[in-house]
């Protein structure tokens, strides 16, 4: 007798136990087969925008997940950050749909050839795509030789050009459109983009979208996927804490801040040895500062200008310059501030409302510093020997050969001066040599 026999018309409990196994342990793959992984991007394509897009799309890929929706809505971002993510996209195991969304976004620069790239590309009503031509953000034309700095430009053109019509080759969408977006930076609206054979879908919401993905065939590798996205179950993955932190350090204006604050850390540190906090804030601050650095444009001509106006600063402590270097370094920090991020993408600049009170605050601190030194070097000693000269003190003891003592800051001293003084005198401290006042007469005057 088997175990999956039926007595009298029910199963035995046996069976029931095993059914209710098997059923247990298909459910997780059942529902994954329609989970679809959603992930937003609302910012410039960084390194660390980059790392959050492509561990995702791994994590959707290992879990077997039914596609990935990356909702954008960028202004571009930086070359090796957008290969990363393109690279991802293309070579990932399951479908990936690029929608631009909401109403009134963008995918321009960056954003618009990882959404040629995507598996499905859907845009929203409103939104716009292109203006993928290449910016200098290098050290090109640095050398000053306008015959090198344009076939550098030329060479980076023709490099993004190639890039960009082969990935419209791969998806099969329009190889000229992809070409002028970067050689003319044409940028082109939703509805228009769908016409050009640009993206596949023009939907208003997320709703709309899965009702057009519904019943889409995606072929990947030699694979088909029909994608069955009606009733499927959307799993947002909204930018953890380390990644938020990350995209923030990566701005431009958090990043001039940072740099501002390390400095001034920094030289009250030196200045005052034994502080620590300003130190140990000084230097997280220029660590964290040289890490956006490196995925930002920055011109270390720009650089080179902070440094030098923080040195006049300094230096109007020590040099009397009458408020000269003073000047020189609110110049230098502005001009400096300006130049520090070499790119014509505002994005990637930063704003003049950050530099400007910035500046203004850390060039006023500065001269509140100088003004407080030198108040301190006009004032009248009260300690040592410099504060007891012009001191009044009384003749308590004197003597025919112009010696005696005084009582002056509450002490008795040794004194000398004129003959003629007598007891209970009021006398005045003109000099100090050793432990002995020379005193003259008190000026009635």
């Not at 939703?190 to 054979?197: F, I, P, R, S, Y």
């Not at 920094?266 to 300003?278: C, M, N, V």
Request: proline share 5%.
């Amino acid at each position: 007798m088997g175990r999956y026999k039926k007595s009298n018309g029910t199963l035995r409990p046996s069976s029931f136990a095993l059914m209710l196994l098997a059923v247990l342990l298909l459910v997780p793959f059942l529902a994954r087969a329609s989970d679809i992984v959603v992930i937003e991007v609302k910012d410039a394509i960084t390194p660390p925008i980059a790392s959050y897009i492509t561990e995702n799309i791994d994590n959707a890929v290992n879990k077997d997940y039914q596609a990935v929706i990356l909702r954008i809505d960028t202004p571009g971002g930086l070359d090796t950050a957008m290969r990363a993510i393109i690279q991802r996209e293309m070579n990932a195991k399951i479908p990936v749909v690029v929608y631009v969304s909401p109403q009134g976004a963008r995918a321009a620069s960056a954003g618009a050839l990882i959404t040629l790239a995507a598996d499905v590309a859907a845009m929203a009503p409103g939104t716009n795509i292109g203006a993928a031509h290449p910016v200098s953000i290098g050290k090109v034309g640095d050398s000053g030789k306008e015959g090198e700095s344009d076939t550098m430009v030329e060479k980076v053109t023709n490099d993004a050009v190639a890039y960009a019509r082969s990935i419209a080759r791969q998806r099969d969408r329009n190889e000229e459109w992809a070409e002028d977006a970067v050689r003319k930076s044409i940028s082109t609206p939703a509805h228009e983009a769908l016409e050009k054979g640009v993206i596949d879908i023009v939907a208003s919401n997320m709703d709309e979208l899965l009702e057009k993905l519904d019943g889409m065939v995606v072929t990947k590798d030699d694979k088909t996927f029909e994608l069955k996205t009606k009733d499927a179950n959307l799993i947002e993955k909204p930018m953890g804490f380390r990644y938020r932190l990350l995209s923030t350090i990566s701005n431009p204006n958090v990043a001039y801040i940072l740099m501002l604050i390390g400095l001034a850390g920094l030289y009250f540190e030196l200045s005052s040895p034994g502080a620590i906090l300003p130190g140990v804030v000084g230097g997280i601050s220029l660590i964290l500062a040289f890490f956006a650095f490196q995925t930002l444009p920055v011109n270390y001509a720009g650089v080179a200008l902070i440094i030098l106006a923080t040195i006049m600063f300094i230096a109007e402590i020590k040099v009397p310059s009458f408020g000269l270097l003073t000047v020189g370094g609110v110049i230098s920090m502005i001009l400096g501030s300006i130049l520090l991020f070499r790119t014509p993408e505002m994005y990637a600049q930063v704003s003049m409302g950050i530099i400007l009170p910035v500046t203004l605050c850390f060039s006023a601190f500065f001269v509140l510093c100088v003004s407080l030194v030198v108040k301190a070097h006009r004032r009248t000693p009260v300690t040592g020997a410099q504060g007891m000269i012009g001191e009044k003190a009384l003749v308590y003891t004197w003597n025919t050969d112009g010696t005696g003592k005084v009582f002056c800051h509450g002490e008795y001293w040794n004194a000398r001066g004129p003959a003629q003084l007598k007891n209970g005198d009021w006398v005045e401290v003109a000099e100090m040599s050793g432990m002995e006042l020379k005193i003259k007469p008190l000026d009635k005057g």
